[in-house]
Structures are given as structure tokens and as C-alpha cells.
């Protein structure tokens, strides 16, 4: 498991599906500010070193509330993380949102 079939598996759970990939997750939803996240959002971020530009999705979480989300990091490790790591921060991307009609459409 990854973050992305982390996601995937997470929101199979709710009957929603999502593509395996975080790029072709970050495709779905509609993108909400930083500062409007809800519980379960996504937020998207780039990989330093994986893609030769910086606006290149790498990486895959679910905003978990206060400030925090919740992503796989490693082969089947789950982690809660602050957003306001200095990682975090310099490498998040965008946010999105999603509906349930438009992702199990995919």
C-alpha cells in the first residue's frame, strides 16, 4: 500500500472510487482553499526528486481535521501529520474536494 491506493482504499469504504494514482486522483474534485479544508479533503503535494518540476503531483493525504492528515508514507505505514512541518509546507500543491457523483464516474 501507498498513499495513493491508501486514499483509494479509504474512500472505497464511503462507496466513492478514485483512479490508483495521486496524479490521477488530483485530477477529481473541486479545489478548495487552504484555509476552507474539511475532514477528508485531499491535499496533494510534490516529491522532491521524483519529477523534474515542482507542480508535479507525488504525493497523496486526507485532512483529518485541526490542522492535520493522515497518509501513507511507507509500505503499509499510516501516519497523522502536521501541516505545518516545514516539509509539508514547502512542498503542498493544491487541495481538493470531492463528489461522490463525479469520482465513481471515472
Given at each position: 500500500m501507498d498513499c495513493s491506493s491508501f486514499v483509494q482504499s479509504v474512500y472505497a469504504k464511503y462507496g466513492i472510487s478514485l483512479p490508483r494514482t495521486a496524479i490521477e486522483q488530483s485530477l477529481f474534485g473541486s479545489f478548495v482553499p487552504k484555509n476552507d479544508l474539511r475532514i477528508g479533503d485531499l491535499l496533494f503535494f510534490y516529491v522532491p526528486g521524483k519529477y523534474p518540476f515542482?507542480?508535479?503531483?507525488g504525493h497523496v493525504a486526507i485532512y483529518a481535521g485541526n490542522q492535520t492528515f493522515i497518509h501513507c508514507v511507507a509500505p503499509y505505514k499510516v501516519v497523522i501529520t502536521k501541516m505545518s512541518k516545514p516539509y509539508w509546507k514547502k512542498t503542498y500543491l493544491f487541495s481538493k474536494r470531492i463528489s461522490a457523483l463525479r469520482a465513481n464516474r471515472y
Open positions: 515542482k507542480d508535479i503531483v
